[in-house]
């Protein structure tokens, strides 16, 4: 998808980066900024708001590049500035800033993802759509630890760094969203043993 | 085993039939009849978690990179960094100031106003449209190191102290380009249907199958580019993706011993003689002695021996020959010897050697 993407050229893009090498600054910006937008866009539907936070993220880092530590993982670092940047930001136009109340969009928002051509076969859409509402009933973070799993291939502990709480708060979050999940769709237990807890 | 919805591989198949997985995907789940049920569940999931994304075009992305490399690279100027001084009580309360937003917006607005226009009219950033342009394949970064690169259409490069040299994995197949940052002696396979490029933030070299020197270092206000065999074309990067007619005119020609400087300051190339010539790879420079011999033949070994051409007035020079020994000086040397022989001086002018002399007859 992107022209930079393994892990090694990343870290040497933001190990430049942090020397004051302005292009890889924008090579390694480039490289994220689909993922930073999509997470963003989480968030609040408001696609500008995100693209300013990102403008003023950028900004930070490179003024802060020379006390920025080293990381390996260069995408969860993004990810965790962004989200504390919206946090900030959302909470301060909104509620005043309480965490649980953080508007992270629910994952299901609109009625419109199910129907979309993206399912061809006719009867999993019911299926899907009862998913769909069993997530919609879990809780915001519940939900942001399931969507962090699955789009950013993100484990445990990456989640628990992004989300800026412990692995087993993200343990515990996780396995209570599927406990959900499988109360609410019935059956087949098996199927929900799918998280790798290692 | 049971994580197909969290598997990256699943996920593509079922939100892409005919991905590269699909031939795996179906077999499997033909193996396993008993996982159909759980299939069905993992499928329904990734459709309940499919997302309606907001949608941002890959165009729209390059103007928010290109807009925060703007805004960063004024940045400096305008807010201080955090250094570990502590200073940052001081500036906290400063920052906290809504005059001196106020103000710093205005300035960076102006700065950034200022530098779009400059930079909408004068660059553009070379290194990301080099990897736009190759968004589709793996681009490698090699790092100097003591070894030489071997590109995979099988040039060679030797990158200098800290340069760094982007290239995509498929090379050999499709345009050969590479980004450099830094310096690099480059030795290019002879390909004559496929052009090698090597851009860098102000020249693209243009070679077949020659070897060259480019040198593009941020802190030294200049880029050079030298030819040490063969031809390579240089352009200035605004004359490059410039899509007019003359722009296969705008290009300079190189031929070796000859360089390129690149004055960024006033963003003008200029064509030069390089300070030590030397002979060209097959020939060597051996002692030649002259007894009267005319002094068009004089040039004309030079011109031979070094690659560098070399202008003079024919009908005036007519009457001047040269009687010495000369061997083992550099090209320089052996010019001033010829040049005072005949009374005479030289310019080096467009990367050619142009003689005057008012002739030899009185003598």
Not at chain 1, 13 to 35: K, S
Not at chain 2, 298 to 322: K, N, R, W
């Given at each position: 998808?992107?022209?930079?993407?393994l892990?090694?050229?990343d870290l040497?893009l933001w190990?430049?980066?942090?020397?004051g090498n302005?292009?890889a600054f924008?090579?390694?910006?480039r490289?994220?900024?689909?993922?930073?937008?999509?997470?963003?866009?989480?968030?609040t539907r408001d696609?500008?708001l995100v693209?300013d936070?990102?403008?003023?993220l950028?900004?930070?880092?490179w003024?802060n590049?020379?006390?920025?530590?080293?990381?390996?993982?260069?995408?969860y670092?993004?990810?965790?500035?962004l989200?504390?940047k919206l946090?900030?930001?959302?909470?301060?136009?909104?509620y005043?800033g309480?965490w649980?109340?953080?508007?992270?969009?629910?994952?299901l928002?609109g009625?419109?993802?199910?129907?979309?051509?993206?399912?061809?076969?006719?009867?999993?859409t019911?299926?899907?759509r009862?998913m769909?509402?069993?997530?919609?009933?879990?809780s915001k973070?519940?939900?942001?630890?399931?969507?962090?799993r699955?789009y950013?291939d993100?484990?445990?502990?990456e989640?628990?760094?992004?989300?800026?709480?412990n692995?087993?708060?993200v343990?515990?979050?996780l396995h209570?969203a599927l406990?959900k999940?499988?109360k609410?769709?019935?059956?087949p237990s098996r199927?929900?043993?799918f998280l790798?807890?290692? | 085993?049971e994580?197909?919805?969290f598997?990256?591989s699943?996920?593509?198949?079922?939100?892409?039939?005919?991905?590269?997985?699909?031939s795996?995907w179906?077999?499997w789940?033909?193996r396993?009849?008993?996982?159909?049920?759980?299939?069905?569940y993992?499928?329904?999931l990734?459709y309940a978690l499919?997302?309606?994304?907001?949608?941002?075009?890959?165009d729209?992305?390059?103007?928010?990179v290109?807009?925060?490399l703007?805004?960063?690279?004024?940045a400096?100027?305008?807010?201080?960094?955090d250094?570990?001084?502590g200073?940052?009580?001081?500036w906290r309360?400063?920052?906290?100031?809504?005059?001196?937003?106020v103000g710093?917006?205005?300035?960076a607005a102006?700065?950034c106003?200022?530098?779009i226009?400059?930079?909408?009219?004068?660059?553009?950033?070379?290194?990301q449209t080099f990897?736009?342009s190759h968004k589709?394949?793996r681009?490698?970064?090699?790092?100097?190191n003591?070894?030489?690169?071997?590109l995979?259409d099988?040039?060679?490069?030797r990158?200098g102290k800290?340069?760094?040299l982007?290239?995509?994995?498929n090379?050999?197949?499709?345009?050969?380009?590479?980004?450099?940052?830094?310096?690099?002696?480059?030795?290019?396979?002879?390909?004559?249907?496929?052009?090698?490029y090597?851009?860098?933030?102000q020249?693209?070299?243009r070679?077949?199958?020659?070897?060259f020197?480019?040198?593009s270092?941020?802190?030294?206000?200049?880029t050079?580019v030298t030819?040490?065999?063969?031809?390579?074309s240089?352009?200035?990067?605004?004359?490059?993706?410039?899509r007019?007619?003359?722009?296969g005119?705008a290009?300079?020609?190189?031929?070796?011993n000859?360089e390129?400087v690149?004055d960024?300051?006033?963003?003008?190339?200029?064509?030069?003689?390089?300070?030590m010539?030397?002979?060209?790879?097959?020939?060597r420079?051996?002692?030649r002695?002259y007894q009267?011999?005319?002094?068009r033949?004089?040039?004309?070994?030079?011109?031979e021996?070094?690659?560098?051409?070399?202008?003079f007035?024919?009908?005036?020079l007519?009457?001047?020959s040269l009687t010495?020994?000369i061997?083992n000086?550099?090209?320089y040397?052996k010019?001033?010897?010829?040049?005072?022989?005949?009374?005479?001086?030289?310019?080096?002018?467009?990367?050619?050697?142009?003689?005057t002399?008012r002739?030899?007859?009185?003598r």
């Amino acid at each position: 998808m992107s022209a930079v993407n393994l892990l090694g050229e990343d870290l040497f893009l933001w190990n430049e980066f942090r020397n004051g090498n302005a292009d890889a600054f924008g090579a390694l910006i480039r490289v994220h900024y689909p993922d930073l937008f999509h997470y963003g866009t989480r968030f609040t539907r408001d696609a500008e708001l995100v693209k300013d936070c990102l403008q003023d993220l950028f900004l930070e880092l490179w003024i802060n590049r020379e006390t920025i530590s080293e990381t390996s993982f260069v995408k969860y670092y993004l990810l965790k500035a962004l989200r504390r940047k919206l946090t900030r930001r959302l909470g301060r136009s909104r509620y005043a800033g309480s965490w649980e109340e953080l508007h992270f969009e629910s994952i299901l928002n609109g009625a419109h993802s199910v129907e979309t051509s993206i399912i061809r076969e006719e009867t999993l859409t019911e299926l899907s759509r009862k998913m769909r509402h069993a997530l919609s009933g879990l809780s915001k973070r519940q939900q942001e630890a399931i969507y962090l799993r699955y789009y950013f291939d993100a484990d445990i502990d990456e989640v628990a760094e992004i989300m800026s709480v412990n692995r087993q708060s993200v343990y515990n979050l996780l396995h209570d969203a599927l406990k959900k999940l499988k109360k609410l769709s019935g059956k087949p237990s098996r199927f929900f043993l799918f998280l790798p807890f290692f | 085993m049971e994580d197909l919805a969290f598997s990256r591989s699943f996920r593509n198949w079922v939100l892409n039939r005919e991905s590269p997985e699909k031939s795996f995907w179906e077999h499997w789940i033909k193996r396993h009849p008993d996982k159909a049920e759980m299939v069905k569940y993992a499928k329904a999931l990734i459709y309940a978690l499919h997302l309606n994304t907001t949608v941002i075009s890959e165009d729209e992305i390059d103007e928010e990179v290109r807009k925060a490399l703007i805004r960063l690279r004024e940045a400096p100027r305008y807010f201080p960094l955090d250094g570990p001084d502590g200073r940052d009580g001081r500036w906290r309360g400063l920052l906290r100031s809504s005059w001196f937003w106020v103000g710093a917006v205005l300035i960076a607005a102006i700065g950034c106003g200022g530098f779009i226009f400059y930079r909408a009219h004068a660059h553009r950033d070379v290194l990301q449209t080099f990897l736009s342009s190759h968004k589709k394949e793996r681009v490698q970064v090699q790092v100097a190191n003591a070894r030489p690169v071997d590109l995979p259409d099988g040039s060679v490069v030797r990158l200098g102290k800290s340069s760094k040299l982007y290239f995509p994995a498929n090379l050999d197949r499709t345009r050969r380009e590479v980004f450099l940052e830094g310096e690099a002696f480059f030795d290019i396979r002879k390909e004559p249907a496929a052009p090698f490029y090597v851009y860098t933030n102000q020249l693209i070299t243009r070679a077949l199958g020659t070897s060259f020197v480019v040198h593009s270092i941020p802190a030294d206000g200049w880029t050079t580019v030298t030819a040490v065999t063969g031809k390579v074309s240089v352009y200035r990067q605004e004359d490059f993706y410039s899509r007019s007619a003359e722009s296969g005119r705008a290009g300079i020609i190189l031929t070796p011993n000859q360089e390129v400087v690149y004055d960024r300051g006033e963003d003008r190339l200029q064509k030069t003689l390089i300070a030590m010539p030397e002979p060209l790879g097959d020939k060597r420079d051996s002692l030649r002695v002259y007894q009267g011999t005319p002094i068009r033949q004089v040039f004309g070994q030079l011109e031979e021996l070094y690659g560098i051409p070399i202008q003079f007035d024919e009908e005036a020079l007519d009457s001047c020959s040269l009687t010495a020994t000369i061997g083992n000086g550099s090209f320089y040397d052996k010019l001033n010897l010829i040049c005072k022989a005949i009374g005479g001086s030289y310019e080096v002018i467009d990367g050619y050697i142009v003689v005057t002399s008012r002739g030899c007859k009185a003598r």
